[in-house]
């Protein structure tokens, strides 16, 4: 719509500077040697965590470069986050699902407390997606703070997405108060369809501040997202004959999407190439993966990653049958070299896995 729009998001895949971007343009690696270099003292006496020290870096980098408005993701709940030092003009949470549970809960009120933290006195907060268990968190809350609340999905009834595997967009219609609008996504996972409900509702109400934002800067927004943000490994296609894909999902919620995905894709044998964490719940995740695949099991090149042997023998139990190749890269060109131009084959399981990824 013409305005200038920091962009602060984690964790990155390529390069540290993807995580703080102005109209889809990375912070200059100089940027980040400055912002260190000039605040050295102040830091070395705070001793922040290198994701609190990253959010100052963003939010100075947005204030010196005078961005009109800022999106903001939260790290890791919401409450307790280095982000919610902000008062915004806008919260919206996505979807809550049990992840994280060591931090934030072990069952979705819990988590939903946490995340309901960024709600903040008077500044309207949409929720993408209504649950029984949740809903009555997020109504306390907001009512404590006389926040507006919106349930986005409650106004917002988007319809499945029409996806071609050789197209990069995937149609949705969308039924609001004026009747049925059409909508073309460039982000092609069916998760997206939750995600949807809840962009339409947030732009609603900040067009009441910020005029600029016309339906038809909305339609060209969202078949631009990639172009305008940069975003990748949210559903991204690698190559056709065979089709592989790969995705960042990795809890149970994540993990059952992408096998939905899956199932909607034409494919004559599926290859499954997975790393996780070794910090998840596992047991929730394998049983959901597909038990008629070939597997192969990786793991990332971080200490927060679960060994690929170990990885393995958690898959047997779980009825899922395959080989061990720690490295992604060499699992893929493997795989590559004996699948056939029908099969499927799908890199995920983990952010880190998929950020290892060459050709990404």
């Known amino acids: 719509a013409g305005y200038k729009v920091g962009l602060y998001t984690s964790p990155h895949l390529k390069s540290f500077t993807e995580r703080i971007k102005i109209n889809g343009e990375e912070i200059g690696e100089e940027g980040v040697v400055s912002f260190v270099s000039q605040n050295k003292e102040f830091l070395e006496q705070l001793k ?14 947005f204030a010196r470069q005078k961005v009109d408005c800022a ?20 919260n919206v949470i996505t979807n809550i699902g049990l992840d994280h549970v060591q931090f934030l809960g072990s069952t979705l009120p819990l988590i939903a407390g946490e995340k309901a933290g960024i709600i903040k006195d008077g500044v309207p907060v949409v929720i993408s997606e209504t649950h029984p268990e949740t809903q009555p968190v997020f109504e306390k809350v907001a ?10 999905d409650q106004k917002f009834h988007v319809q499945e997405g ?5 197209k990069s967009f995937v ?14 996504m460039d982000l092609l996972g069916h998760y997206q369809k939750k995600n949807l409900a ?3 509702q947030a732009l609603e109400v900040l067009r009441e501040k910020m005029p600029g934002i016309g339906q038809e800067a909305i339609v060209r927004g969202l078949s631009r997202i990639i172009a305008n943000t940069g975003l990748k490994g949210r559903w991204q296609k690698l190559g056709e004959h065979p089709f592989v894909y790969c995705d960042t999902g990795h809890n149970a919620e994540g993990i059952a999407m992408i096998v939905q995905q899956i199932k909607s894709i034409s494919h004559r044998h599926l290859y499954m190439i997975m790393g996780m964490s070794n910090d998840k719940d596992l047991q929730p995740v394998l049983s959901l993966l597909p038990k008629e695949a070939t ?24 009825g899922l049958q395959g080989r061990v190749e720690p490295d992604v890269n060499k699992a893929l060109k493997q795989i590559l070299e004996i699948a056939e131009k029908d099969d499927l084959v799908f890199v ?8 290892e990824l060459e050709n990404l």
């Not at 009512?143 to 986005?152: E, K, S, T, V």
């Not at 029409?162 to 050789?166: G, K, Q």
């Open 71 to 90: 999106v903001i993701e939260v790290g890791l709940g919401g409450r307790l986050d280095s982000t919610n030092v902000i008062v915004p003009e806008l």
């Open 295 to 318: 597997y192969v099991f990786c793991e990332a090149k971080l200490p927060r990653a679960l060994s690929a042997i170990t990885l393995s023998k958690m898959a047997r139990e779980a």
């Open 171 to 184: 149609e949705y219609k969308v039924r609001e108060k004026h009747g049925l609008v059409v909508y073309q």
């Open 162 to 166: 029409i996806f071609d595997p050789y």
């Open 48 to 61: 922040p965590s290198f994701f609190e020290m990253t959010v100052g870096m963003a939010f100075d980098y």
């Open 143 to 152: 009512g404590d703070r006389h926040a507006p609340l919106y349930f986005a």
């Open 348 to 355: 995920g399981g983990s952010t880190f896995i998929v950020a």
């Open 198 to 200: 809840g962009i339409l």
